[in-house]
């Protein structure tokens, strides 16, 4: 499954490169960019922004590397002229606003474009992007019988006036949404004498445990029992950790009306807890400053016994990495947690079917969208599907009993390539793009039982809490804006403060009153209204 938030626009160096129109002359036929016209009717060439992300870029420095890539320039004709931004997400970000300034735009812009300023229609209202709903109906068979097909995706990629802006990233199957959330040391768990905790109560009863009985053994009482993270990931853990408490960590809804979590008086209750766990030594006394390295060195040092991580990227990769060093290692996964016996928890991690990450819009930079369309198709015909998903057949994948199976190419790589290092070689399906994502391409990273049970385990959670991913008109979008970055780095920092104690618990009102001071209220006030939009959609 692929991973991680796509990036914005790389800004000062793209400059726009147009093919031909689709239709307009025959294969072979000079076009307006003085290129030859691709294979039947394809672009000749077109740039195309998108960011090259970690796995990929250990293996190549542009995706014209990307076996998936050179096969479609083989079946089309169409040379790609990929952009990839350089620099982290602040400098992204910042080269993004220029790139919108300047309107220096490429042909293509893959990110993901719910986030952008002002939303996705203010980006076709002001020119940026184009409308694609007439150009698919014409030029995009195999999209168009998909969209078609599942009437509900349809309605997710439109605006609330009905514009489609981009092709999608699509995670279909269920299997696909859930891949994140609370790990456990089972080897601790053995020996402490102790099952797995699922309420609250047996989290803090398994937690002391792990405080007093020394499960690593070493003598040296320098085992962590949890780390509760409050940096990037914060929403996801938070969410699965607040949802015992039947609320979300920020915006959410309960029968079409929205909330926010950290003005209920359940937000004060699951502080009061993290603060309890927090001077009872039984949370990281640096959880505010950990990131995933230092998260990796302490899982790695056989100090964590209770996180909140990955199937493949946590479970996988540190029972590969420990099981030899560390005799009996084992790692599982546990139900997020519910406050009572035999509830079920109503939030945990959760994707949606279409997350609005990885999608490719076409700018108005674009002399010949119809080409572009037609070419952005393929990823949902049949042979595009396998291509994005498992790559070259009889290289990186084979056919058995019906099903591609990948190869020890990707599976056991000889330049010692970890598995999603070798997908990004050969497809796209390890981090995302304009396609729907194959479940299989996700299920065979699952190398232990361990990892096929955290699927099923992380996806009992009731998870009707989310709000569905909507589009802001643009003065709303600039309105949630203004108010949530006073909000965020508010809360962002009263939030450590309250679990660590250096802020009391008794203040909890008065950030409630400076929470609404930012204009909380008025900003729920704008995300029903979009619900309200959506809902009629």
């Given at each position: 499954?692929?991973?991680?938030?796509?990036?914005?626009?790389?800004?000062?160096?793209?400059?726009?490169?147009?093919?031909?129109?689709?239709?307009?002359?025959?294969?072979?036929?000079?076009?307006?960019?003085?290129?030859?016209?691709?294979?039947?009717?394809?672009?000749?060439?077109?740039?195309?922004?998108?960011?090259?992300?970690?796995?990929?870029?250990?293996?190549?420095?542009?995706?014209?590397?990307?076996?998936?890539?050179?096969?479609?320039?083989?079946?089309?004709?169409?040379?790609?002229d990929f952009k990839h931004p350089t620099g982290g997400g602040t400098q992204i970000q910042e080269q993004f606003n220029l790139m919108i300034a300047s309107r220096n735009l490429p042909d293509v812009i893959q990110t993901n474009w719910l986030t952008v300023p002002k939303g996705p229609q203010n980006a076709i209202d002001d020119g940026t992007i184009i409308r694609l709903n007439d150009l698919i109906d014409q030029y995009a068979p195999n999209f168009k019988k998909y969209l078609d097909e599942h009437p509900d995706i349809a309605n997710m990629i439109k605006t609330d006036k009905g514009d489609i802006y981009a092709f999608p990233f699509i995670r279909e199957d269920d299997r696909l949404k859930v891949y994140y959330g609370p790990v456990i040391?089972?080897?601790?768990?053995?020996?402490?004498?102790?099952?797995?905790?699922?309420?609250?109560?047996?989290?803090?009863?398994?937690?002391?445990?792990?405080?007093?009985?020394?499960?690593?053994?070493?003598?040296?009482?320098?085992?962590?029992?949890?780390?509760?993270?409050?940096?990037?990931?914060?929403?996801?853990?938070?969410?699965?950790?607040?949802?015992?408490?039947?609320?979300?960590?920020?915006?959410?809804?309960?029968?079409?009306?929205?909330?926010?979590?950290?003005?209920?008086?359940?937000?004060?209750?699951?502080?009061?807890?993290?603060?309890?766990?927090?001077?009872?030594?039984?949370?990281?006394?640096?959880?505010?400053?950990?990131?995933?390295?230092?998260?990796?060195?302490?899982?790695?040092?056989?100090?964590?016994?209770?996180?909140?991580?990955?199937?493949?990227?946590?479970?996988?990769?540190?029972?590969?990495?420990?099981?030899?060093?560390?005799?009996?290692?084992?790692?599982?996964?546990?139900?997020?947690?519910?406050?009572?016996?035999?509830?079920?928890?109503?939030?945990?991690?959760?994707?949606?079917?279409?997350?609005?990450?990885?999608?490719?819009?076409?700018?108005?930079?674009?002399?010949?969208?119809?080409?572009?369309?037609?070419?952005?198709?393929?990823?949902?015909?049949?042979?595009?599907?396998?291509?994005?998903?498992?790559?070259?057949?009889?290289?990186?994948?084979?056919?058995?009993?019906?099903?591609?199976?990948?190869?020890?190419?990707?599976?056991?790589?000889?330049?010692?390539?970890?598995?999603?290092?070798?997908?990004?070689?050969?497809?796209?399906?390890?981090?995302?793009?304009?396609?729907?994502?194959?479940?299989?391409?996700?299920?065979?990273?699952?190398?232990?039982?361990?990892?096929?049970?955290?699927?099923?385990?992380?996806?009992?959670?009731?998870?009707?809490?989310?709000?569905?991913?909507?589009?802001?008109?643009?003065?709303?979008?600039?309105?949630?804006?203004?108010?949530?970055?006073?909000?965020?780095?508010?809360?962002?920092?009263?939030?450590?403060?309250?679990?660590?104690?250096?802020?009391?618990?008794?203040?909890?009102?008065?950030?409630?009153?400076?929470?609404?001071?930012?204009?909380?209220?008025?900003?729920?006030?704008?995300?029903?209204?979009?619900?309200?939009?959506?809902?009629?959609?």
């Open positions: 499954m692929a991973y991680g938030m796509a990036a914005v626009l790389f800004a000062g160096i793209l400059t726009a490169c147009s093919g031909g129109s689709e239709g307009a002359a025959p294969a072979g036929s000079k076009v307006e960019s003085g290129q030859t016209e691709g294979k039947n009717g394809y672009p000749a060439s077109f740039s195309y922004w998108v960011e090259l992300d970690g796995d990929s870029a250990v293996s190549m420095t542009n995706f014209n590397e990307n076996e998936a890539y050179k096969k479609l320039e083989e079946m089309t004709g169409t040379k790609v040391r089972k080897d601790w768990l053995d020996k402490v004498g102790m099952q797995p905790p699922t309420t609250i109560d047996e989290w803090e009863q398994v937690l002391t445990a792990f405080r007093d009985k020394d499960p690593n053994g070493n003598g040296k009482k320098d085992e962590i029992p949890f780390l509760l993270e409050v940096g990037a990931v914060r929403n996801d853990l938070l969410n699965s950790m607040i949802g015992a408490w039947g609320i979300l960590d920020k915006f959410y809804q309960k029968d079409g009306k929205v909330y926010y979590g950290e003005i209920q008086p359940e937000f004060e209750q699951f502080l009061t807890t993290m603060h309890k766990w927090y001077t009872e030594g039984l949370i990281d006394k640096d959880f505010a400053a950990v990131d995933g390295k230092l998260k990796d060195a302490k899982t790695a040092g056989n100090q964590l016994g209770l996180l909140y991580g990955y199937s493949s990227g946590t479970i996988g990769k540190f029972t590969d990495l420990m099981k030899d060093s560390v005799p009996g290692f084992k790692m599982t996964a546990l139900p997020n947690p519910t406050l009572n016996k035999g509830e079920v928890s109503a939030a945990g991690m959760i994707s949606p079917t279409y997350p609005g990450e990885h999608s490719a819009a076409i700018t108005s930079a674009a002399k010949h969208p119809e080409q572009i369309v037609k070419w952005l198709d393929l990823a949902y015909s049949d042979e595009g599907h396998m291509l994005f998903n498992f790559g070259i057949e009889g290289k990186s994948y084979t056919m058995v009993n019906g099903k591609p199976e990948y190869t020890e190419l990707i599976t056991d790589n000889p330049d010692k390539l970890t598995f999603k290092q070798a997908q990004a070689k050969f497809m796209r399906t390890q981090y995302g793009g304009p396609f729907v994502q194959d479940v299989e391409s996700f299920l065979q990273q699952m190398k232990y039982p361990e990892q096929l049970d955290s699927l099923d385990v992380w996806s009992k959670a009731k998870n009707n809490l989310q709000l569905p991913l909507m589009t802001l008109t643009s003065e709303e979008s600039s309105k949630i804006a203004s108010i949530m970055n006073d909000v965020n780095t508010y809360s962002d920092e009263m939030v450590v403060k309250f679990i660590m104690g250096t802020e009391p618990l008794s203040n909890f009102p008065k950030y409630v009153e400076a929470l609404k001071s930012f204009g909380i209220e008025e900003a729920i006030q704008v995300e029903q209204a979009a619900l309200d939009r959506y809902s009629k959609r």
